[in-house]
């Protein structure tokens, strides 16, 4: 995978996910959103006393805030064919903890676990151009070795299909019977 950092809060995700750089990008987000919010706190700062000295000086101010409440705006462009799983549950679990905007905008392709990041945007945030394409489907797993082995990986992808499932369902707003569908 290919990262590409962009110094207006938005990284290029572009190839497979995979060789742990879902700690490349994690790490960005973090950055990026502390460097944000120390910006903003400044920016509030500066405001309040404006605010204090203009009351000091006998000014009229005005009592709604001087700033609208702002949250730190990530983005990420995608164009992926997916990968692996625990690496997209690290950037996926990101995306969700951090108190920010987060843009995803599809460019290509986005495909299962690019697919799920390009979903997972702020609602109202997340775009995909014109000649893209989104593609889901279900956990694959290599399985070998025993048949108690088997077993167990079977029932951890049976475990896995079904965490998906209910991630998209959350985000598209679409019903079980139709998630189904899209990753089968």
């Known amino acids: ?22 700690a490349d990008v994690v790490s960005w987000m973090l950055t990026s959103y502390y ?3 120390e910006e903003l706190a400044a920016v509030k700062d500066i405001a309040k006393k404006s605010k204090k000295a203009a009351k000091k000086r ?16 990530i983005t990420l462009v995608l164009n992926s064919p997916g990968g692996n799983y625990d690496e997209l549950v690290a950037i996926y679990d990101m995306m969700q903890l951090l108190d920010a905007d987060i843009r995803t905008i599809v460019m290509g392709s986005a495909m299962s676990a690019g697919a799920l990041l390009g979903i997972s945007g702020t609602c109202g945030q997340r775009f995909i151009t014109p000649t893209s394409r989104l593609m889901f489907h279900a956990v694959s ?12 990986d079977y029932k951890e992808s049976e475990r896995l299909n079904k965490q998906i499932a209910e991630l998209i369902k959350n985000h ?4 079980d019977e139709e998630v189904e569908r899209f990753c089968d």
């Open 1 to 22: 995978m290919i990262i590409t950092l962009d110094p207006e809060n938005t990284i290029f995700l572009n190839g497979k996910l995979e060789d742990d750089k879902s």
């Open 35 to 37: 460097e944000q919010k």
């Open 58 to 73: 006998g000014e009229e101010v005005e009592e709604s805030p001087v700033l609208p409440l702002k949250r730190p705006m």
């Open 141 to 152: 797993m290599g399985i070998e070795g025993k048949a108690q082995d088997i077993k167990i």
């Open 172 to 175: 598209s707003q679409i019903t």
